[in-house]
């Protein structure tokens, strides 16, 4: 069985400083990992994803994660906030059989709740 | 990527009434899913949906309540059965792509109030 826990449920930065957004996961075999970011009123959108490759992710707008194996994490990073990272962000596992195959089912965290001060 | 769109974007019903939300792709694609974002929550896999098959429900969701067709390999409906006031959420649909272990693009969603 899968999970994820996010571990802040809401993260205030001012612009300009680090973004730290943290997550750990539980699953069965090698799982595929992912941040899905949602603006208010917008749909999700994919931060970056982990696939069992390079354990550091870089996605989209600055944004990289590490895998952590031993630590079971997948915490997001970001150098310098900016206003328009303000969104909820949630960290996603899609797990996978000893095969390597996907069933596709993708588990959500709960969100955590970024908000960015001038 | 794959381009999704979702028919209504919103809409306000009354209990014990049904509605369909139609999901539109603009690719062939195998696996598309449903989701419910309930108010302040996280996404809930409702069921899966492969082109040919009948729709794979996840504990708690069930057929007579949440009916899904998916006729094509680029279009699903959900309905949403003899609604209540509990019913109320944002409804997603997404399409898994295969060669890239299933990562998932998502519709903007349809909320739904039902009064």
């Known amino acids: 069985a899968q999970s994820v826990t996010q571990l802040d449920s809401h993260v205030s930065v001012s612009e300009g400083t680090p973004v730290l957004l943290r997550c750990n996961y539980s699953?069965?075999?090698?799982?595929?990992l992912f941040w899905y970011v949602q603006h208010p009123n917008k749909g999700l959108q994919l931060l970056l994803k982990?696939?069992?490759?390079?354990?550091l992710v870089k996605g989209i707008n600055g944004f990289e994660a590490e895998f952590k194996k031993s630590e079971t994490s997948f915490h997001l990073t970001k150098p310098s906030a900016h206003m328009s990272d303000a969104a909820e962000y949630f960290c996603?596992?899609?797990?996978?059989?000893?095969?390597?195959?996907?069933?596709?089912?993708?588990?959500f965290g709960q969100g955590t709740i970024l908000t960015v001060h001038p | 990527s794959a381009v999704i769109s979702q028919k209504p974007s919103r809409d306000i019903c009354q209990r014990g009434t049904s509605l369909t939300i139609q999901c539109q792709v603009d690719?062939?694609?195998?696996?598309m899913f449903w989701y419910r974002q309930q108010p302040g929550q996280s996404l809930t896999l409702i069921a899966t949906a492969n082109q040919g098959s009948e729709a794979t429900y996840e504990s708690g969701f069930v057929i007579d309540k949440f009916p899904i067709s998916r006729p094509n390999l680029t279009f699903s409906t959900l309905t949403v059965s003899n609604m209540s006031p509990e019913d109320s959420s944002i409804y997603l649909c997404?399409?898994?792509?295969?060669?890239?272990?299933?990562?998932?693009?998502f519709g903007p969603g349809t909320r739904l109030t039902v009064t």
């Open positions: 982990y696939t069992s490759a390079a354990t």
């Open positions: 699953s069965s075999y090698s799982p595929s």
């Open positions: 996603v596992v899609s797990d996978r059989d000893a095969g390597g195959t996907s069933y596709g089912k993708l588990t």
């Open positions: 997404s399409v898994g792509v295969r060669d890239t272990y299933y990562e998932q693009y």
């Open positions: 690719s062939q694609v195998t696996m």
